[in-house]
């Protein structure tokens, strides 16, 4: 019975086929709209890539994240321009600027100017640091060009990143499941441990 569960099983192929699509299009919807857990989905994928049999499977995973990551940074960015340069503003820079604290902005803004587009680079691998520093570069009204250079390292270290954590993972248990498992804690700890410490922080401070 087990055994005629396994062969009606999606072929390894047949999951790359539509694995990989699905994550470019999900990653890039995440990065334009706060609904997708991308890092978790990076991480789970690299586990599962972790697990197949084909040597190029991790850089699949790899290429299709970064370069979701940069296409909905891009849209998001040039969506927003629009509304930097409407006398009316418009919806997504209003969207992109209820997500962006006021403090983090600052912070933002300070970074920008001291250090440069480099900020961009470790926007990404900051969790909750990628809209203000998008925020603050429209704000400031650098050039499309410009913004796309400097997210270009950033979205290829923050896919990096993520599957690293994917790596580790897949590589402490056997079943991709319990891989995957491990990967999404891995990358909530992550993604949540700097708010958890400026709470904790601010706590004590009182």
């Known amino acids: 019975m087990i055994q005629e569960v396994l062969r009606q099983l999606p072929t390894e192929s047949t999951q790359q086929a539509v694995g990989y699509p699905t994550l470019f299009t999900l990653v890039a919807l995440g990065s334009l709209v706060p609904v997708v857990p991308t890092g978790a989905l990076v991480s789970s994928a690299a586990v599962v890539a972790f697990h197949q049999t084909s040597p190029f499977a991790l850089l699949y995973v790899f290429a299709a994240a970064s370069a979701a990551a940069f296409l909905g940074d891009i849209c998001l960015y040039w969506l927003g321009q629009r509304g930097v340069r409407s006398k009316n503003g418009s919806k997504?820079?209003?969207?992109?600027?209820?997500?962006?604290?006021?403090?983090?902005?600052?912070?933002?803004?300070?970074?920008?100017?001291?250090?440069?587009?480099?900020?961009?680079?470790?926007?990404?691998?900051?969790?909750?640091?990628?809209?203000?520093?998008?925020?603050?570069?429209?704000?400031?009204?650098?050039?499309?060009?410009?913004?796309?250079?400097?997210?270009?390292?950033?979205?290829?270290?923050?896919?990096?990143?993520?599957?690293?954590?994917?790596?580790?993972?897949?590589?402490?248990?056997?079943e991709p499941w319990q891989g995957v498992l491990a990967a999404v804690v891995l990358t909530v700890l992550v993604s949540g441990a700097p708010a958890m410490w400026r709470r904790l922080r601010t706590r004590w401070a009182h």
């Open 92 to 174: 997504w820079l209003e969207a992109i600027t209820r997500r962006a604290a006021p403090e983090r902005l600052e912070q933002a803004r300070q970074k920008l100017d001291e250090h440069g587009g480099a900020v961009l680079v470790l926007s990404r691998l900051v969790p909750a640091g990628r809209i203000p520093v998008m925020l603050a570069c429209l704000l400031g009204r650098m050039p499309l060009r410009q913004f796309a250079r400097g997210d270009v390292p950033a979205c290829l270290a923050w896919a990096a990143t993520y599957q690293l954590i994917g790596i580790l993972g897949g590589s402490l248990f056997r």
